[in-house]
């Protein structure tokens, strides 16, 4: 029998987005731009660069921009062709081309365990990944092709990780694993808790927003008990999955920024600013230059 492949990428994108208010009151915070992009897109970019055919977005109210942002804008679009403007009509043409993308309302905000579970109908009986838009990664390898990449020698569940310090810990889903001898990125997970008080926490493992998991992780959260902050969550899914089979951690290679808070999306626009050829030069010299940073 031939290995499954990833071929669906799932993105829970029906949070209310409290973090960075007031900018989301009436703006979905996927749609804030990191430089000129909104956050969503280097997630999408993501799955599509790693292979994934199908996007699967769980919306909520307020998100229908999500929808039109990948969309085809007819207007637009002939706007710019009439103009002769075609470095911006590829620009356009190219995001209304990412992947076949599919819609699911999440009714309720229940935890990040109940978005996935609302899109299990249209993954069905396949391994897939879950994409926390959210988080943006930088990165040589895309992050989710690195993930597969060890999902095509494992076949199991993969949960991506980074080393967090001190009490921020108490922020993530917090793995306990060993490292495989045989690659020590890879861990071997033998426990994970929900967002644990700083001393009751594992390790310096968090769980970071990239999953791949195996289907059977939906009959699971069907069964999952509410956890913290009275939310199906996700990790204690995988708590429940790991009771089945064997899940693994993936400490990954790059960059992850925290887009969602403000701090980390900061961080995020100054990083990928600089790297863009036409204002990264411009912009490392305005900061070299700026006043406040020679203080
Ligand atoms: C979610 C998950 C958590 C994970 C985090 C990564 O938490 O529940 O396990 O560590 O994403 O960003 P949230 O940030 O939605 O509170």
Redesign the pocket.
């Known amino acids: 029998m031939s290995k499954p492949k990833i071929r669906k990428a799932v993105f829970p994108a029906a949070?209310l987005g409290t973090r960075f208010l007031p900018a989301t009151k009436a703006i979905p915070k996927e749609m804030l731009p990191v430089v000129d992009k909104p956050i969503i897109q280097y997630g999408v970019e993501e799955a599509i660069a790693a292979g994934c055919e199908q996007i699967i977005i769980v919306t909520g109210r307020g998100k229908t921009v999500i929808e039109d942002h990948f969309d085809i804008s007819v207007e637009l679009e002939s706007q710019l062709e009439s103009r002769g403007k075609t470095d911006l009509l590829a620009m356009a043409r190219h995001i209304s081309n990412l992947g076949r993308v599919a819609y699911i309302r999440q009714k309720e905000a229940m935890g990040?365990g109940h978005a996935v579970l609302m899109a299990r109908d249209l993954v069905g009986d396949e391994p897939f990944a879950v994409i926390?838009p959210?988080?943006v990664i930088d990165a040589p390898t895309p992050c989710l092709k690195q993930m597969i990449e060890v999902f095509e020698d494992v076949q199991c569940s993969i949960l991506a990780t980074q080393v967090v310090e001190g009490p921020g810990i108490s922020?993530?889903?917090v793995i306990d694993g060993q490292p495989l001898e045989s690659n020590p990125r890879v861990l071997e997970v033998r426990g994970l808790v929900?967002?644990p008080k700083p001393a009751a926490a594992p390790s310096k493992n968090?769980?970071?927003?990239r999953y791949i998991l195996t289907p059977r992780i939906f009959e699971l959260l069907e069964k999952t008990p509410l956890g913290a902050g009275g939310e199906l969550?996700?990790?204690d899914g995988i708590k429940a999955l790991l009771e089945h089979e064997r899940v693994c951690g993936y400490s990954f290679e790059g960059t992850r920024y925290?887009a969602g808070d403000k701090l980390g999306f900061l961080k995020a626009t100054v990083e990928f600013a600089l790297q863009r050829e036409d204002l990264g030069e411009a912009f490392r010299q305005w900061l070299h230059d700026l006043p406040a940073l020679s203080n």
């Open positions: 949070g990040l926390l959210d988080d922020a993530y889903g929900e967002k968090a769980i970071i927003g969550q996700l990790t925290d």
